[in-house]
């Protein structure tokens, strides 16, 4: 409709500009849901990786645990904390990098000697939800209880344990009581691994103890080639010493049975003899003489009564021979 002069009334033009806005206004709302849907997905959904876990916080309050995987939580209204329960961390004690911290490495042993002690600490996070709301700072609080147990092992160790054959055993020990002081302050952490770096005196005096360092191991590796001696020579003893036994349990055997086989063949010709004395003394006398006439190689034999008229005759022919023919031959020469 229009007004007198030509122009369109103003309710019109209004009513007509309402319809338009009302129709844009159809498509606006839509599209304007779908874009805050797509930022609230974008904002909200997650992912938690092999290893990790996911403390899900609602209005400050742990709500959830999350496993790996997609996840979602709602913008502004949850919080999402992401730990990972396999990795490895490690903290430093008495240096940084390549520097000393002298207030953290100088320490006392049980005799009275000052030492510069350094360590590593590895750990991981066992709870994540002790580790996030226990404790303000966890790392901080690792590294004073790590300083607070090694001062305590060294305290009560030697100088001379310390620095070589007790290392092990203070490792053992400040792992030990570190975690101990882990769990009271509930931190969730758990120790892996701490490992001692260096334990030295006093730069005055390192040169000296480096000396007597030096000693100890060499005594060491004296003592454990002894030891290697004795378990090389002691077996080769025994085994030789049971060698001579077998062989004189062995000789005793052969000769009781020897002795014995005698004996037994004695018996028996004492009782042929026993049968017949004569026949046996014959024979034995002929047996006798076979053995003693069986190695001479010329024999003779004569009666005995021709012997007893016989004249002995002793045989210089062949010794007078070789007299006379020994000069001549050396004159040939």
């Known amino acids: 409709m229009a007004s007198g002069n030509g122009n369109p009334e103003i309710r019109v033009v209004v009513a007509e500009y309402r319809d338009a806005v009302r129709r844009k206004l159809r498509w606006i709302g839509p599209i304007a849901a779908l874009v805050v849907a797509g930022l609230v997905a974008l904002v909200g959904f997650y992912e938690v990786a092999p290893g990790e876990i996911a403390v899900v916080r609602t209005f400050g309050r742990e709500s959830a645990r999350c496993s790996p995987g997609l996840h979602f939580a709602w913008p502004l209204v949850q919080h999402v904390n992401i730990i990972n329960t396999e990795q490895i961390e490690r903290i430093e004690i008495g240096f940084r990098g390549d520097k000393l911290q002298l207030d953290e490495a100088l320490m006392i042993t049980a005799d009275e000697n000052i030492v510069e002690a350094q360590m590593i600490v590895q750990y991981r996070v066992a709870d994540p939800s002790k580790a996030l709301f226990r404790l303000r700072d966890p790392k901080k609080v690792l590294h004073d209880a790590a300083e607070v147990a090694l001062r ?10 310390i620095m070589t054959t007790g290392r092990d055993v203070a490792q053992v020990e400040t792992k030990r009581q570190l975690q101990e002081l882990m769990d009271a302050a509930s931190s969730g952490l758990v120790v892996t691994e701490v490992k001692l770096q260096a334990v030295d005196p006093p730069d005055d005096v390192r040169d000296a103890f480096h000396d007597v360092v030096r000693a100890l ?4 590796q004296k003592i454990n080639t002894a030891k290697g ?3 090389d020579k002691i077996p080769k003893a025994r085994g030789e010493a049971q060698k001579v036994l077998r062989a ?21 010709v004492l009782a042929e003899y026993s049968k017949a004395r004569e026949v046996t003394r014959r024979r034995l006398h002929i047996e006798t003489l076979e053995t003693i006439l069986g190695k001479v190689q010329k024999k003779v034999i004569i009666d005995a009564l021709v012997a007893q008229n ?3 005759l002793l045989p210089l022919g062949g010794l007078i021979g070789q007299a006379l023919t020994a000069p001549a031959a050396k004159g040939a020469r």
């Not at 305590?152 to 030697?158: A, I, K, N, W």
């Not at 191991?217 to 060491?220: L, N, P, S």
């Not at 004189?248 to 028996?268: L, N, P, Q, S």
């Open 152 to 161: 305590g092992v060294v305290g009560r160790t030697t100088i001379d344990d």
């Open 217 to 220: 191991e060499e005594r060491e």
């Open 229 to 231: 001696y004795q378990a």
């Open 248 to 268: 004189a349990e062995a000789y005793r055997t052969a000769r009781i049975d020897r002795a014995t086989g005698d004996a037994t063949k004695f018996e028996a």
């Open 310 to 312: 016989a004249l002995p």
